[in-house]
Antibody, heavy 115, light 107 residues
Framework: QVQLQESGPGLVKPSDTLSLTCSVS????????WSWIRQPPGKGLEWIGY???????HYNPSLNSRVTLSLDTSKNQFSLKLTSVTAADTAVYHC?????????WGQGALVTVSS | EIVMTQSPATLSVSPGERATLSCRAS??????LAWYQQKPGLGPRLLIY???TRATGISARFSGSGSGTEFTLTISSLQSEDFAVYYC?????????FGQGTKVEIK
């Protein structure tokens, strides 16, 4: 059974960088696509981007200049960095396996942007 | 960016009844549509992809239909565990986009 777990700071200051890690168990990250999707409080889901185990990435154009995805095959983890955050980046951030139709999702991590 | 519109926003249904959820795309997406179920505090669960193909382990009481711009998710006989929020997602164009969700609540 594949399980994904997000981890990282729950509070980030405006203009700082948001960093989250997704730990994968029950499957190797090799050979698959891995995605990040976020959900602002009370709003719908927004696709952030994906990374393939080969290192290929594809980002949402609305976030393209601020997002970087990476992976660590030795730890079976992949990560998200979002720079220059504002209050609009406050959301629950989900990591997931697969793109563009993820079949396994983490429960999500709430990240609040506030001073 | 393709806009996905779901209706209704909230659907009140009695257990055992049939629920019909709608999703409309702002332009044709062929059959590149998925449906997800989300319960509080959890990540979404994939139900349907390709507009009508059930994901692994999904009950046959969930069915999807449609193509082009109009899509439907039908839950044939609602069970207690089916009360949740349902999202549609198009993946025909980048970036994939989601509808705002339909909350299925107990009547």
């Amino acid at each position: 059974q594949v399980q994904l777990q997000e981890s990282g700071p729950g509070l980030v200051k405006p203009s700082d960088t948001l960093s989250l890690t997704c730990s994968v168990s029950g499957a190797s990250i090799s050979g698959s696509y891995w995605s990040w999707i976020r959900q602002p409080p009370g709003k719908g889901l927004e696709w952030i981007g994906y990374i393939h185990s080969s290192g290929t990435t594809h980002y949402n154009p609305s976030l393209n200049s601020r997002v970087t995805l990476s992976l660590d095959t030795s730890k079976n983890q992949f990560s998200l960095k979002l720079t220059s955050v504002t209050a609009a980046d406050t959301a629950v951030y989900h990591c997931a396996r697969g793109s563009p139709v993820p079949d396994n999702w983490g429960q999500g991590a709430l990240v609040t942007v506030s001073s | 960016e393709i806009v996905m519109t779901q209706s209704p926003a909230t659907l009140s249904v009695s257990p055992g009844e049939r629920a019909t959820l709608s999703c409309r795309a702002s332009q044709s997406i062929s059959s590149n549509l998925a449906w997800y179920q989300q319960k509080p505090g959890l990540g979404p669960r994939l139900l349907i992809y390709g507009a009508s193909t059930r994901a692994t382990g999904i009950s046959a009481r969930f069915s999807g239909s449609g193509s082009g711009t109009e899509f439907t998710l039908t839950i044939s006989s609602l069970q207690s565990e089916d009360f949740a929020v349902y999202y549609c997602q198009q993946y025909n164009n980048w970036p994939p986009t989601f509808g705002q969700g339909t909350k299925v609540e107990i009547k």
